[in-house]
């Protein structure tokens, strides 16, 4: 019986090198390997990645084209605008550069509906952030008529402004209005001109009504972020004896920071925004005693016609409160979206 390595045995007179033995193998191998490859690989379908890109273009293209249309457009055009003295009418040709900024920041109305804007802003996170916090807790807690209280305080949000502006107006109104009327009930005077024409007390009227009218939404964001503390550790609060007041301290407010802070930065962008409960309730007045930024500019553009002036007093509100939205997300909401965890560097 012959082995099978003795096929292999090269005839008598010719010499085999060990070398050309063991290396023509692999190298037929990889010859025969390449065209399969190139064949293989010569016809490729969309792979998964194009085809995930071609979904998100899919679906976020009209998301960005109306976005463009409606905020980036009108951006650009208002600051267009904002360089022309222009009337509302006709080609712009009266080029003024940045005077209209200059008018605008030089303008005592502006400047002091600058400042109504602030203290609305703090006035409402001051009144709000306590007062919604503490009806949160106590609608938290089993109650009767608990559904019925949540309701009744968060109607006045989903009430829309016009309407809730109007009711108020004839509210506090001198002649027929109720609160002057439970005032005298109780040996109390309103001012003669009534909250809302005396110069003194409209603003701090418009607050009371904004108070009311924003309430609500403190009140379900703060119920919401109130759900998500986990019952154990009231359990162990218990268990270790701390106090309700302890237990709120400690624990439930701490945790509450996250929906807090989201809640005073919508807070905040509102109030520098705010036109519609004011232009209702004073239309800016007494004297100015309730302008805002947006009332300063509608005025300018609607009633005197300055469409120049009031393109720059946008601009001048669109760059204050982005610097607001920007300076509160990098001191105030960092915390909440850094990392606290040290990233590991990859290992070779």
Do not use: C
């Not at 045995?9 to 063991?22: C, Q």
């Not at 005592?108 to 609305?120: C, E, G, M, P, R």
């Not at 016609?305 to 204050?320: D, K, M, R």
């Amino acid at each position: 019986m012959t082995d099978v390595a003795d096929d292999t045995t090269a005839p008598r007179g010719a010499t085999v090198s060990p070398a050309t033995s063991t290396t023509q193998a692999p190298v037929a191998g990889r010859a025969s390997a390449r065209p399969a490859a190139r064949v293989a690989g010569g016809r490729r379908g969309p792979g998964p990645a194009w085809r995930k890109r071609a979904e998100i273009i899919f679906f976020v293209a009209p998301a960005l084209l109306l976005f463009l249309f409606f905020v980036v457009w009108p951006i650009v055009k208002a600051v267009q605008f904002s360089l022309y003295r222009w009337k509302g009418f006709g080609p712009l040709v009266d080029f003024v550069g940045l005077r209209n900024y200059v008018s605008v920041l030089q303008n005592d109305v502006f400047t002091d509906a600058l400042q109504h804007n602030l203290t609305i802003v703090v006035f409402s996170i001051l009144i709000q952030l306590p007062l919604g916090l503490a009806i949160a807790l106590l609608l938290n807690r089993r109650l009767w008529g608990q559904g019925v209280l949540r309701t009744i305080i968060f109607v006045p949000y989903v009430l829309a402004e016009v309407i809730a502006g109007v009711v108020w107006f004839q509210l506090l109104q001198p002649q027929y209005g109720v609160i002057d009327s439970v005032l005298g009930v109780v040996g109390l005077e309103g001012p003669p001109q009534g909250w809302l024409g005396t110069p003194d007390r409209a603003l701090i009227a418009v607050i009371a009504v904004l108070t009311w009218k924003y309430l609500g939404l403190a009140v379900i964001l703060f119920l919401a972020g109130l759900q998500g503390v986990p019952e154990e550790l009231y359990e162990a609060s218990q268990l270790d004896g701390a106090s309700w007041w302890q237990t709120q301290r400690r624990i439930t407010i701490p945790l509450l920071g996250p929906t807090v802070r989201t809640w005073a930065f919508l807070s905040m962008i509102g109030s520098l925004q705010l036109f519609d409960m004011v232009w209702i309730l004073t239309k800016g007045g007494p004297a100015n005693a309730t302008n805002t930024m947006v009332t300063f500019l509608v005025t300018e553009g609607t009633k005197r016609q300055n469409f120049g002036i009031a393109s720059a007093a946008s601009v001048i509100l669109f760059v204050v409160a982005l610097a607001f939205a920007l300076l509160y997300q990098r001191f105030v909401m960092r915390r909440d979206t850094h990392d606290p965890a040290p990233r590991k560097k990859a290992t070779r």
